[in-house]
């Protein structure tokens, strides 16, 4: 199962960039699939459980955006949407084509994220108490 090891890599990445920017937790990432990136969805949404443990992103979200595939037709120069990643050909006209412009992505798009202020204002609202001033 290679989506375990993606998961982990997209955790790595999304821990790296959610440090930089001072988060104290992530509770969403934000993923573009790409129909034709031979990564199956549910597998990787199994494996981002497993690979976010201890993390920052443990308990987090992964949001899937599928992305189809669309090819160039080097014929009538259109990009079309690929009906059929079987038959690589443009819908069109019919001519086979291998020019993918979209469908091959695993692109991190967003996080969102809690920096440590955040999470101690809404700790003291869910006590009652008055959030720090910023």
């Keep these: 199962m290679h989506e375990l090891s993606i998961a982990y890599s997209l955790i790595d990445a999304a821990e790296s960039a959610a440090r930089a920017h001072n988060a104290h937790k992530v509770t969403a990432v934000h993923l573009k699939l790409g129909a034709f990136s031979g990564v199956v969805k549910g597998p990787l949404l199994f494996g981002y459980d497993l690979a976010a443990k201890g993390t920052l992103l443990e308990g987090s979200r992964l949001e899937i955006e599928e992305v189809p595939v669309i090819v160039h037709c080097p014929a009538c120069g259109q990009d079309s949407?690929?009906?059929?990643?079987?038959?690589?050909?443009c819908p069109l006209c019919g001519t086979p084509t291998a020019d993918i412009r979209q469908g091959r992505e695993i692109e991190i798009t967003a996080l969102e994220i809690i920096h440590d202020s955040e999470d101690r204002d809404a700790s003291a609202e869910r006590n009652g108490q008055k959030p720090a001033d910023r």
């Design 81 to 89: 949407l690929l009906p059929n990643v079987q038959l690589f050909a």
